[in-house]
Structure formats: C-alpha cells, structure tokens
C-alpha cells in the first residue's frame, strides 16, 4: 500500500491577510465545506490580539458553529499566554459536546530575532519563556502544542542563518512538549535542495519528534520542493485551497501557500496517498476563489 501524507488545510493562513473582514458565517461555511469534502486536519483560527489581526477577532464564534465529525483535528494559532487561555476557554465553552474541541495551540517561534519581534512583539528570550508557560496550561487541558519555527530557511533580513540553530530550537521545542514541529519557509526563500536538506538534518538529530513543514512556494518551485522534502522523510505538509496568505508581518512581498489543489495530485503522482482528492475540494475552490474575489486582492499584504 502506498504511504500515507497527512496535509493540514490551512484557511487561518490564507484568510489572516485579507484586507477587508470575511463574516463569521461565511467562515463558518467555508471550513464546514472543507470538513464535508473531508479535510480533518485544518489550522482555522488565531486567538490573538483582534488589532493586531482583525480578521482572526471571531475564532472563537467560528469554532463554536463548525460541525465536528469524528476525527476532527483542529489547530488554533496562539502567540502568548493570553491567547492560549482564549484557546481554552473556547474549548471549555463549546468543546464540551460531540466531538468539538480546539486540539492543538499552535506557537510561532523565529529561528531569528527580528521576525519574532514584529510578528509576537517579544524578543527571543520571553518568547521562549512564554512558550513553557503555554505548554504548561495547555498539558492541563489535554491540548496539545505546536511549534512552528518560523524564517526556518532564512530570513529577508540580513540576519545569519545556520542549520545547526533550527535543530537547536527544534530540540527545544521538544523538550519544552511539542507534539509537532513545523519547519515553515515563511517568505518562500527556500529551494526544493535546501528543503530536502534541512529536513534531514533536523530528522536525523530528532528521528523521535513529530515533524512536518509549513512551505511558501509559486506553482513553478512547489513541485521540486514537495520532492525534497518527501524523500527527506517529511509525511505532514501545510497548504491552502488556492496558494493564498502568508504572514502579515513578514515583509512587503509575500509567496503565498502552497496551493492545496496543486500538493494533491503531484503527490498522488508520486506514489502516496491522502485522505480527500482535488475532485472532493471543488465546491471549497470555488468558494474559496470567490471569497478572495470579494474580501482580498492577492498574496500582497502591507507589512505591519
């Protein structure tokens, strides 16, 4: 039987950049569309600061309308204590029914100074310290953590970059209790080679850690990316229905996503096997296109 790839449809990527607010319930609706086509893995939400996003204000009202089968795995964007306690009060609030419930709290952790200062506001140090105290209460409601390690391949800042310090975070990351690790490319910088190479590197110094990667790519470097990465080992990718989003925070000029309708049939090519097909995610295109017709005009966000 061919192996298996676990994707995590990522809406809260692609939505968080928009220039203009998508209703609740047409959020609602889209990642209900997505869970009835078969998604069960989807980043919807950040419980963060609704000045600081605005168009993550109503994760919480968007989580209490999803409808929630078995096997329903969702992740919510956390960027400080603060926001992991909305997180589980959330969960405490609306997950206490069916099988409704927040799973995981996911953390942005730059491997570089400047991108974790205009993305969480904090140096290094007290993000490092406010990840133990997430992870802390997280353990306490059964949540798990994960990590994503952002400006993983480099940064548009001039700042060194070193493979030895990704594997260091990584390991940290890990002892502090995250489930997973995300190796994410958060400004695309990446080539297919150095994808391949990172994975391994961080795979061969932590084979027992849960990892996957969180790419930005054009339609022409998704392939050989995707490539890399899978003969490097990595099983779990990130991607959204149409390529959009990208950090609001990171620079002028974003890459978007990897574009969800493009990662499936180039892995089924490959040889592996998903969970849903491109045919199962054409009502969620068609919406997906129409709502970055009507709320945003393209991967180009303003810096903040």
Not at 6 to 12: A, F, K, V
Not at 92 to 112: D, E, L, Q
Not at 250 to 277: I, K, S
């Amino acid at each position: 039987m061919a192996e298996h790839v676990t994707l995590t449809e990522c809406p809260r990527d692609a939505f968080q950049g928009f220039p203009k607010f998508i209703p609740t319930d047409r959020k609602t609706a889209y990642m209900n569309r997505l869970i009835k086509s078969g998604v069960r893995r989807i980043d919807f939400g950040s419980f963060v600061s609704p000045k600081a996003v605005p168009q993550m204000a109503d994760s919480a009202s968007v989580f209490e309308n999803m409808k929630a089968p078995e096997g329903l795995y969702l992740i919510g964007i956390v960027a400080n204590p603060r926001g992991a306690e909305g997180l589980i009060t959330a969960n405490r609030k609306f997950g206490h029914t069916g099988n409704r419930r927040i799973h995981a709290a996911g953390f942005p952790m730059s491997v570089n100074e400047t991108f974790q200062k205009r993305n969480t506001n904090k140096s290094l140090d007290e993000a490092w310290a406010e990840l133990e105290q997430i992870s802390e209460m997280c353990a306490k409601d059964k949540v798990e953590l994960v990590v994503y390690l952002s400006m993983a391949f480099g940064n548009p800042y001039g700042e060194a970059h070193d493979t030895a310090r990704v594997v260091e975070f990584a390991k940290r990351a890990q002892d502090i209790g995250a489930a997973t690790v995300q190796l994410a490319d958060t400004v695309g910088v990446a080539t297919g080679d150095e994808v391949g190479e990172l994975f391994s590197t961080v795979q061969a110094a932590l084979p027992d850690l849960h990892k996957g990667v969180h790419l930005h790519a054009t339609p022409s470097t998704l392939h050989e990316k995707v490539k890399n990465a899978l003969d490097a080992g990595c099983r779990l990718f990130d991607s959204a229905i149409g390529g959009v989003g990208g950090c609001p925070f990171a620079e002028d000029e974003l890459v978007g996503n990897m574009d969800t309708l493009q990662l499936l049939p180039l892995l089924h090519d490959l040889g592996y096997r998903t969970d849903y097909t491109v045919d199962a995610l054409l009502d969620c295109a068609a919406e997906a296109q129409e709502l970055q017709r009507k709320f945003g005009t393209s991967t180009h966000v303003e810096a903040k």
